[in-house]
T-cell receptor
Framework: AQSVTQLDSHVSVSEGTPVLLRCNYSSSYSPSLFWYVQHPNKGLQLLLKYTSAATLVKGINGFEAEFKKSETSFHLTKPSAHMSDAAEYFC???????????FGTGTRLTVIP | EAQVTQNPRYLITVTGKKLTVTCSQNMNHEYMSWYRQDPGLGLRQIYYSMNVEVTDKGDVPEGYKVSRKEKRNFPLILESPSPNQTSLYFC?????????????FGPGTRLTVL
């Protein structure tokens, strides 16, 4: 069965410290992987995507994620958190031949001044 | 500006009163989809459409209908809304189907059914 798991429902960091949001997937196939961000009262915006090219993917606003096939993970990182990063983050997976996306349950990031 | 628009953004209604949430995209995308977002559950797909007159059920289609008569529009219809359909709804579009394509999301419609 194919699925995606976000390991933390809530992460809290201090401004200027690193951010790590964890995502694992389960699939028999090579997936496409996405991270989306949702700011309060807004729609979802694509941060970055992995589609079988480089395993280290750079996105907008200083975020990046590394695809690790051996660990079936696609964790999102940022070296230094900014107050504007406070939002909900969704790890999303798509599989070959699929017509839809599979969403994780989301991780709410809080940035403490 | 390339965008997905939804109307209304907020709606409070009563059980059983038919309603339609409109979705429109100006990017000539083939693929469109509706999701609902509930706390702790992430986004779940309701229906999707791969092109005009082609629609299919997602994970949670019960109580919803859709139509795709034109490429740009994909309305979501609740024939007889119930309180368990109180949720935040998102429409999304994508250039085409397939695993690699980013989806573009509308701003959301917050629906409350009393």
């Amino acid at each position: 069965a194919q699925s995606v798991t976000q390991l933390d429902s809530h992460v809290s960091v201090s401004e200027g410290t690193p951010v790590l949001l964890r995502c694992n997937y389960s699939s028999s196939y090579s997936p496409s992987l996405f991270w989306y961000v949702q700011h309060p009262n807004k729609g979802l915006q694509l941060l970055l995507k992995y589609t079988s090219a480089a395993t280290l993917v750079k996105g907008i606003n200083g975020f990046e994620a590394e695809f690790k096939k051996s660990e079936t993970s696609f964790h999102l990182t940022k070296p230094s958190a900014h107050m504007s990063d406070a939002a909900e983050y969704f790890c999303v997976v798509s599989f070959p031949g699929a017509n839809n996306l599979f969403f994780g349950t989301g991780t709410r990031l809080t940035v403490i001044p | 500006e390339a965008q997905v628009t939804q109307n209304p953004r907020y709606l409070i209604t009563v059980t059983g009163k038919k309603l339609t949430v409109t979705c429109s995209q100006n990017m000539n995308h083939e693929y469109m989809s509706w999701y609902r977002q509930d706390p702790g559950l992430g986004l779940r797909q309701i229906y999707y459409s791969m092109n005009v007159e082609v629609t299919d059920k997602g994970d949670v289609p019960e109580g919803y209908k859709v139509s795709r008569k034109e490429k740009r529009n994909f309305p979501l219809i609740l024939e007889s809304p119930s309180p368990n359909q109180t949720s935040l709804y998102f429409c999304a579009s994508s250039p085409r189907t397939g695993a690699y394509n980013e989806q573009f999301f509308g701003p959301g419609t917050r629906l409350t059914v009393l």
